[in-house]
């Protein structure tokens, strides 16, 4: 009986010890404060990832802006094509460009993770990969529905002969 209390303790400790290191990262945060919200990226009210990096006199938050800027002129030919990660060099730190259409979407760099993560620059990536990929269906279909951009077909009247 003591094996297994001490068995679920020791679980318990790890899995706090790794929700702890993970939630310092440039992780979307699960109760972000008002800063970390307007830091982090979100496609359909999902997270995707919250930026940190503050370039020439472009702050995080105006970084979002940009993206959500670039996300709302996207058209439904841009959606249909598959995301892409290209690894860049800018302001001498490494970072990761995310294309769609061979449009930029964003840039996540070096800066982006915090100090104390233990994700490499690549296996963040590869998590906002992960979370856009499955939030582009939803935008895309969205596209198609809302009728702002694409208008659904009418359809064509039937007639009856009888």
């Excluded at 982090?40 to 370039?55: D, G, R, S």
């Excluded at 030919?77 to 930029?104: H, S």
């Amino acid at each position: 009986m003591n094996k297994v209390v001490l068995s679920l303790i020791s679980s318990l400790i790890v899995s706090v010890f790794f929700l702890s290191f993970s939630a310092i990262s440039a992780e979307p945060r699960l109760e972000p404060t008002e800063q970390e919200r307007a830091r982090t990226v979100y496609i359909f009210h999902q997270p995707i990832v919250m930026l940190q990096a503050k370039f020439g006199f472009t702050t995080p938050e105006e970084r979002v802006l940009r993206i959500r800027d670039t996300l709302r002129n996207f058209t439904q030919e841009d959606v249909r094509e598959p995301l892409k990660i290209i690894p860049v060099t800018r302001y001498n730190q490494q970072g990761r460009l995310f294309v769609m259409n061979a449009k930029p979407v964003m840039l996540l760099t070096e800066s982006d993770l915090d100090e104390g993560d233990d994700l490499t620059l690549d296996q963040a990536a590869q998590r906002v990969l992960a979370r856009m990929k499955r939030s582009v269906p939803c935008f895309a279909t969205n596209m198609t529905l809302s009728g702002l951009r694409f208008p659904l077909r009418r359809p064509r009247p039937v007639s009856w002969h009888g």
